[in-house]
DNA sequence: CCCTAGATTTTACGCGCGTTAAAATAAATG
DNA sequence: CATTTATTTTAACGCGCGTAAAATCTAGGG
């Protein structure tokens, strides 16, 4: 390829000897075209290195290549794993994704949709913050952009939905404590930010009467997205008045964990399954971090892998069918018990 | 604002009574027409909400509003907080941010500088991959486009870098854990994913060296970016073949501490600087998490806040001087010493 | 060799906004 | 009130590409 710089599609057309209207056809999809003209704009290619002014493509068309990835707080590495699924996916599938992180703010996750919109996107993968979602706007954003929604569904919104089963995952934790220790105590924050944190501590509630167990919820103080620090303070006050009323700890999710795993190390309690630990600690999601914490955090397992595939494969489908009876259904996957040091 | 949709500034300004150029003016700049005009378009705007097309604006401006971030890979939480801080600061200075992750992946990160260069940014915040970067390639971008490197410099790109003082802080560290307890074996990977890794440990032999210990070095195998299951099975092998010379560890980043310290644990070492503790453990670049390991982690702290300030306001000035002799230099930045349980 | 479906070229218009120059108007000045 | 000065309007072109219609060409089948 040479250094000149090629203006525009008319002047490669000149270099490259084949029409305007056929390289259009070509970029927009290169087997549209007869081989031997394809093989004659990918010489010129070769040689002089054009690429058509994306901004005057995005005009003219109905709909971009770009894929738009939401996510609530990107500094979350929960999400940040999530994200990079995501954003690989999109690429082999041939789009170009945008992540944006709402890091928390309601009115940030607004605007985020709101330029997502006049980005006119293919389609949106969105994890809303969930409570302090705007839901009207959300709303509106969902009837009018291709929109999965993940992680963490805001309900009859009419858009597709993937996530885990919290119900499952979380039964499954209680039985396996249950059958391996003492019936657990539930960690959680006392502001729920999601709906997920309200199925989980059902879930919780369920499956301990389900075994004949009494429930019994620790509920702690904080609002915000740090999580850990939360977990922290509130287990040492809770260590220091004696309010568990068990040796074992279900956290709502890793990264309260995490905090607790913090408190109870620093009040010298010992934990694991070991004879001499005098705690048991769970949490859900398996958090990036939660297979080198100490002791290793047992928790749920989410199958990212898979749940970026079905996400992406559903908005395809949105995506192919143009709104065509979108026949909004939500896909629940398995969590995976993922036995570790901590309990 | 009613729901009629304007289709283009045309249809807003038979709407508005204002005429299309000054609409134009008003939407480039808002003080910059009279304020009674000002008012009116304002008055329209609220009851027609009309936003004027991003593309066919971009198209016809020589630079957008954007400003890329480029990190090498997100699903790091050091980098995923950088990014953050990054972000609201764009946001704050009236700029739209555009956030890449390379993934690790050096072809990656050429498409984003390639894609990122049609996008027509204002200006770019670049964290290159390091070793594994094609030189070349980010040299030609940077050449082309306002660029501030930072976190990770390729030297002699003539661009301006903003990054931390390594050899002023691992002296910190070294001084201050020789002054502790024992000098220090340094702990790390055996390929350098970038230049900062040399640094490290340069400053560290340079400190021992000047205080009159001889320099340690213990260098563990594994690629890629999954430092903790690096550091943790590095750290299995040292401590079961007795690699370590001394009781104090100091590891070329938080995230190998992260995994020496679960491997510390898994093999029934105990850390921290109690009486009983039998070794100590201390990291580099306060990683988010490191407040909450067991025991926590005494580390150097990178003033996030502040790095990103000066990021930002060496970008827009090399913006507003349009390349106009961008005196490339250096920021570097004192690390602070963060002493916690592990050390 | 002719024929025909399919591919390509020609021609021409449209997308929505940036931008400019000249003309018209409004505001500020004395 | 006349004049200067700052803004706005009018009119028109350009940006780079999508796209449609008609004309022309190509390849494969008979």
Redesign the pocket.
Known sequence: MDGQKV????EFAALS?????????Y??DPD???N??REKIELALSEHDYR??IF??N????TTNNIGIVVPFLADPFFAEIARNLEQRCIAAGYAPMLFSAHGDPALECEILDSLRQQKPAGVLLAPLGRASDRKHVEKFVADVPTVVFDNNLPDMGSSFVGMDNTQSMRMLVEYLCASGSPPNFFEMRVAVNPNVNRRRNAYIAAMEALGHTPEIIRVDGDGWEFEEIGRQGGLTAFATGRFTSDTILCSNDRLAIGLLSAAFTSDIKVGRGPNARLRIAGHDDHPFSRFTCPSLTTVSQDYASMSDKSLEILMQMIDSEHQAQSQKDFLFDGILTKRASA
Chains 1, 2 share one sequence.
């Open positions: 203006r525009n599609m008319e000897g084949i029409s305007r209207p056929t390289l259009s056809k970029f927009h549209s075209v007869r031997s003209t058509p002014n005057a493509i005009q003219n068309r109905r």
